[in-house]
């Protein structure tokens, strides 16, 4: 792919350069020696390409997305609706509010990494040190001192002064693992109100001698009608925007 890009660069700075510096590599340094960290346009492709291809996987490791799916897939299993709502629903209502806590901090990484990049101030390697200094702080808000404690031991690296000098290759696995029990944690909290409903109902069914009749066919009305008669999704959902604030 890199010679392609090379040949692809060659074209892109004109029949004239060639001819002047038959290696292609010499447009690349020209364009460099006027930005330190400018590229060309077939290697900011690359990059952008690649970027892509990761993408998802960090919108749900170092996002808020990771606790919210967790807990709404908790919450459909504990109202017994099976597939409704439907994954497409759940993860659409879970992209949405992730964007809506964590745009401060991409608004932050935008203009302290970016933008400095973006107009040659600073080299790619300041930048990324810049943008990544807000993501580690909202990071470090929600990581447990155990989970990083772990992490520290089998990387054999040494405790660092402040967190903020947490790498991500710490911070990140850290994270994922307090994200996870922390959704785990909801969800039982979730589970007890219905889990109670369906103790009552099967008592109830079992005492009458209604043994043909499945308790679940009676409880799951009943466990509807009292999340929406809470405003369950409300309720929900703003807990879940407020444990991040």
Same mark, same amino acid.
Do not use: C
């Given at each position: 792919?890199?010679?392609?890009?090379?040949?692809?660069?060659?074209?892109?700075?004109?029949?004239?350069?060639?001819?002047?510096?038959?290696?292609?590599? +010499?447009?690349?340094?020209?364009?460099?020696?006027?930005?330190?960290?400018?590229?060309?346009?077939?290697?900011?492709?690359?990059?952008?390409?690649?970027?892509?291809?990761?993408?998802?996987?960090?919108?749900?490791?170092?996002?808020?997305?990771?606790?919210?799916?967790?807990?709404? /897939?908790?919450?459909?299993?504990?109202?017994?609706?099976?597939?409704?709502? +439907?994954?497409?629903?759940?993860?659409?209502?879970?992209?949405?509010?992730?964007?809506?806590?964590?745009?401060?901090?991409?608004?932050?990484?935008?203009?302290?990494?970016?933008?400095?990049?973006?107009?040659?101030?600073?080299?790619?390697?300041?930048?990324?040190?810049?943008?990544?200094?807000?993501?580690?702080?909202?990071?470090?808000?929600?990581?447990?001192?155990?989970?990083?404690?772990?992490?520290?031991?089998?990387? /054999?690296?040494?405790?660092?002064?402040?967190?903020?000098?947490?790498?991500?290759?710490?911070?990140?696995?850290?994270?994922?693992?307090?994200?996870?029990?922390?959704?785990?944690?909801?969800?039982?909290?979730?589970?007890?109100?219905?889990?109670?409903?369906?103790?009552?109902?099967?008592?109830?069914?079992?005492?009458?001698?209604?043994?043909?009749?499945?308790?679940?066919?009676?409880?799951?009305?009943?466990?509807?009608?009292?999340?929406?008669?809470?405003?369950?999704?409300?309720?929900?959902?703003?807990?879940?925007?407020? +444990?991040?604030?």
């Amino acid at each position: 792919m890199i010679p392609l890009a090379v040949a692809a660069s060659g074209l892109w700075l004109g029949p004239d350069l060639l001819a002047q510096n038959q290696n292609p590599l +010499s447009g690349i340094s020209l364009i460099q020696s006027k930005g330190s960290a400018s590229l060309s346009a077939p290697m900011q492709i690359i990059v952008m390409l690649t970027f892509l291809t990761i993408l998802p996987a960090v919108i749900m490791s170092v996002t808020p997305f990771l606790r919210i799916t967790v807990v709404l /897939h908790f919450l459909r299993q504990a109202l017994g609706t099976q597939g409704t709502p +439907s994954n497409q629903v759940l993860i659409g209502l879970s992209l949405f509010l992730t964007l809506l806590i964590m745009q401060p901090v991409a608004m932050d990484m935008y203009s302290k990494g970016w933008e400095p990049f973006e107009g040659g101030q600073v080299t790619w390697q300041q930048a990324f040190q810049d943008g990544t200094a807000p993501l580690k702080t909202f990071l470090s808000r929600y990581v447990r001192e155990k989970d990083v404690k772990l992490f520290l031991d089998v990387s /054999h690296t040494a405790p660092p002064k402040r967190p903020s000098d947490l790498g991500l290759t710490v911070l990140v696995p850290a994270y994922i693992l307090s994200e996870l029990k922390t959704g785990f944690q909801i969800g039982a909290v979730l589970y007890l109100p219905f889990l109670v409903i369906d103790l009552v109902v099967a008592s109830v069914t079992l005492s009458i001698g209604m043994m043909q009749l499945p308790p679940v066919m009676l409880s799951a009305p009943l466990k509807i009608l009292l999340f929406v008669l809470v405003d369950g999704w409300n309720l929900v959902v703003g807990s879940l925007i407020k +444990s991040f604030y």
